[in-house]
């Protein structure tokens, strides 16, 4: 991967909707060259899909809170890792340094909803315990880091 490929990814990160040819005007490339770049960023895995981005409060899923995952002594970290992903509330898992496992992304539509979800991953064998911050604004959130494609230059 090379300082073009870089830039790409940076665009892409921004507007994943931009045409080749508005990707070759901003790289300075053909269409037709971008095309092959991207291709080959997708072919090797760097880029792994494409999605739309919603705001969950439009949707519904008013109430978000982190949720820490404190395994129990004998878990299987990654058996409850995939009970985890099997929960559709679940957005977002980090396996973590310190006393908790993983710090879950939970997106529900009500505070009911996330003391339901929350017994659930309670239930889930191998938690011990969790810990909850419930999240009162979002300032910003999937904000796309372009710094390597400046570092390249």
Do not use: W
């Amino acid at each position: 991967m090379d300082a073009v490929d870089r830039k790409i990814i940076a665009a892409l990160r921004v507007n994943g909707r931009a045409s080749y040819a508005e990707l070759g005007r901003q790289i300075g490339l053909s269409a037709s060259a971008v095309h092959e770049r991207v291709g080959k960023l997708e072919a090797n895995s760097v880029i792994t899909g494409y999605h739309a981005v919603v705001d969950p409060y439009a949707i519904g899923l008013g109430v978000t809170a982190l949720v820490g995952i404190h395994p129990a002594e004998t878990a299987d970290e990654d058996k409850v890792a995939d009970s985890l992903g099997k929960l559709p509330e679940v957005e977002s898992c980090y396996a973590v340094a310190g006393e908790e496992a993983f710090v879950v992304k939970v997106r529900v539509s009500t505070v009911d909803e996330l003391e339901r979800t929350l017994g659930r991953l309670r239930r889930i064998d191998g938690v011990s315990r969790t810990r909850t911050t419930v999240v009162l604004s979002t300032r910003f959130e999937g904000r796309p880091n372009t710094s390597y494609a400046a570092e390249q230059e």
